[in-house]
């Protein structure tokens, strides 16, 4: 059974920066691509950033140079550093890992971008 558990998120003021933690119970957590989702009100889940076992990363085009993907293997811990964060960014996000076709999906974790 694969678990995500998502951290690190809260209230920041706009221009602000998070950075959102996800640990996963996943063996050959190396192996697998990993991203980062986002869920606002009213709106469609939607790809925030992926990274593959092989390191290489995927970006949404409203967080290109404001967001970094990045990955402990050693803790299979995959990370989202949001920097120059905005009110647009609000959103639930959501860890997710490609397992043999299947995704698993942690259960969410709340940012909030407000003055």
């Known amino acids: 059974q694969v678990q995500l558990v998502e951290s690190g998120g809260g209230l920041v003021q706009p221009g602000g920066s998070l950075r959102l933690s996800c640990a996963a119970s996943?063996?050959?957590?190396?192996?697998?691509?990993m991203g980062w989702y986002r869920q606002a009100p009213g709106k469609q889940r939607e790809l925030v950033a992926t990274?593959?076992?092989?390191?290489?990363?995927n970006y949404a085009d409203s967080v290109k140079g404001r967001f970094t993907i990045s990955r402990d293997n050693a803790k299979n811990t995959v990370y989202l550093q949001m920097n120059s964060l905005k009110p647009e960014d609000t959103a639930v996000y959501y860890c997710?890992?490609?397992?043999?076709?299947?995704?698993?999906w942690g259960q969410g974790t709340q940012v909030t971008v407000s003055s």
């Open positions: 997710n890992a490609k397992v043999m076709l299947i995704n698993y």
């Open positions: 996943l063996s050959s957590f190396s192996a697998y691509t």
């Open positions: 990274t593959t076992g092989g390191g290489s990363t």
